[in-house]
């Protein structure tokens, strides 16, 4: 289940999600690749689907005033990527 040689709880451990991509086992905010804080990244990362798909959410959210709020909150709980 795992292709990572690491132990499950580490940062880059990763499993096979339900369409075969690559998903991250734990919610970590990446170093690279990010746009501002890198939540949309973590959460894209974490749950194998687009990045990009998830910011077209967060900006759909954020048309409706909820965005910018959940954005923030998660900036603030989701931890940065340890190097």
Known sequence: MFDSPRAPGS????AIGYYGRVMAT????PGSGKLIA???AALADRFGVSRG????VFVAFGLVGAGELAYIILWIIIPKERR
């Open 11 to 14: 940062a880059r451990c990763t």
């Open 26 to 29: 734990r919610l970590v905010r």
């Open 38 to 40: 890198g939540v949309c």
């Open 53 to 56: 798909l998830v910011r077209l």
